[in-house]
């Protein structure tokens, strides 16, 4: 089972705020299969960011969740025209919204370790400018596969 799926990426997307991401995050995860509830994943989101933001440096967020409403782990990519106001580490807008989630019982082992590889990946540049530059989700989704396998 992968954790990713071109269905679960989102190119060019007219949001305008963090809750309108969530929503997006939400109705994907539920409408593919991966969670049973859009209100309880846009609740998870809203609490995790409230123990610090997810927003990172260079117009990235990696907002996740874990919730017994969320059915198997998966990573949602939004990519947005505009950035969007996030409290980001670096004070810059979010351009690129790479979203986990997992189910409850995956909590620690799953969300850590796909958690921790997402942020190692974003951690380079030539991954960050990849992924902001993608003309297609088919790029997107190689490049997150070629560096989320075994994740």
């Known amino acids: ?5 071109i269905d679960n990426i989102k190119l060019n997307q007219e949001i305008f705020s963090q809750q309108e991401a969530f ?6 995860a539920q ?4 969670s049973t509830s859009i209100s309880e994943v846009v609740k998870g989101l ?3 960011e409230l123990e610090g933001t997810t927003g990172m440096m260079d117009g990235i967020a990696i907002p996740h969740c874990q919730s017994k409403k969320i059915t198997k782990p998966g990573v ?3 990519r947005t025209n505009e950035g969007i106001e996030w409290q980001s580490m670096d004070g810059q807008p979010v351009r690129l919204i790479v979203s986990l989630l997992i189910p409850d019982g ?3 082992t799953t969300h850590l370790k796909v958690l921790s590889t997402i942020a190692r990946m974003l951690m380079k540049d030539e ?3 990849e992924l902001l530059q993608a003309e297609n989700k088919e790029a997107i989704y190689t490049i997150l596969e ?3 396998k075994g994740a």
Not at 1 to 5: A, G, T
Not at 31 to 34: D, K, L, Q, S
């Open 76 to 78: 949602f990519i939004i």
């Open 31 to 34: 409408t593919h299969g991966y």
């Open 46 to 48: 809203n609490e995790r």
């Open 106 to 108: 995956e909590a620690g």
């Open 146 to 148: 070629e560096h989320l």
């Open 127 to 129: 991954i960050k400018t």
């Open 1 to 5: 089972m992968s954790i990713i799926s």
């Open 23 to 28: 929503s997006v995050i939400a109705e994907l």
